[in-house]
């Protein structure tokens, strides 16, 4: 088993900044996929960032140039730095992983998932 813990979350004006960190404890893989995913009141959790490999990345159109995804091996530990921070942005955010490396955007794709941690941005 992999035990994901999300911190990093709060309260920010927009065009403010935010870093959250997922720190990943258990099971190790040789190779792994993880991933952010964000979830809006009444609507579905959908991909934020992923991070592969050598240090592949995807972003989503919504937060590509904004938002940075990174990770540290030596900390096993996952962050998202998110900048200029919009009320859009407003969601509970999830950090995800799954064994594999890949290019993998949906939520069924992800064996291990965080608790999540509240972001608000407001306006």
């Known amino acids: 088993q992999v035990q994901l813990v999300e911190s990093g979350g709060g309260l920010v004006q927009a065009g403010g900044s935010l870093r959250l960190s997922c720190a990943a404890s258990?099971?190790?893989?040789?190779?792994?996929?993880m991933a952010w995913f964000r979830h809006l009141p009444g609507k579905e959790r959908t991909i934020v960032a992923l991070?592969?490999?050598?240090?592949?990345?995807y972003y989503a159109n919504s937060v590509r140039g904004r938002f940075t995804i990174s990770g540290d091996n030596d900390k096993n530990t996952v962050y998202l730095q998110m900048n200029s921070l919009k009320p859009e942005d407003t969601a509970i955010y999830y950090c995800?992983?799954?064994?594999?490396?890949?290019?993998?955007?949906?939520?069924?794709?992800?064996?291990?998932w965080g608790q999540g941690t509240q972001v608000t941005v407001s306006s």
């Open positions: 991070i592969w490999g050598g240090g592949s990345t």
């Open positions: 995800a992983a799954r064994a594999g490396d890949g290019y993998y955007l949906r939520t069924v794709d992800y064996t291990y």
């Open positions: 258990g099971r190790t893989f040789s190779t792994y996929t």
